[in-house]
């Protein structure tokens, strides 16, 4: 079984341990928190910070196979723009979304640029 490793407060610096993930454009880094997440056996979770420049934006929906917390930490969000980042629905600091396997979100930008705490997580029938 994975296990995330036990964390007791450490520092998380806001200038070190960001890089942009895969399939994602520049000015979008994540940092990694603690992960035992294993997308190949559909296996663990991952907390992680999320980053927006200002101005930066996605232009495609995302789907993931796993459940996905996100909360709005500073900044703000722009959910549902089109590809040239144009259009969709702001929100501001302290909102949070929550969504099963399977469901289409975004694309995503953000104009004064943000920052996102996000969990990822598969279920199984031992969870239950």
């Not at 407060?9 to 806001?14: A, L, Q, R, T, Y």
């Not at 993930?21 to 990694?32: D, F, M, T, V």
């Not at 289409?104 to 239950?128: A, I, N, V, W």
Request: one cysteine or more; proline letters at 6%; glycine letters at 10%.
């Amino acid at each position: 079984m994975n296990r995330k490793p036990h964390i007791e407060f450490e520092m998380v610096s806001n200038e070190n341990g960001w890089e942009t993930p895969l399939g994602y454009p520049k000015g979008i880094k994540q940092k990694i928190l603690a992960s035992d997440i294993n997308e190949n056996t559909k296996t663990g979770s991952r907390s992680r910070l999320l980053r927006f420049d200002p101005g930066v934006y996605t232009k495609e929906p995302f789907v993931h196979d796993h459940w996905e917390e996100v909360f709005l930490v500073s900044g703000d969000l722009i959910v549902g723009n089109d590809k040239n980042g144009n259009g969709g629905n702001s929100f501001n600091t302290a909102t949070y979304a929550c969504r099963p396997p399977g469901v289409y979100h975004g694309p995503f930008k953000s104009e004064k640029g943000c920052t996102l705490f996000e969990l990822h997580y598969y279920k199984t029938d031992e969870d239950f």
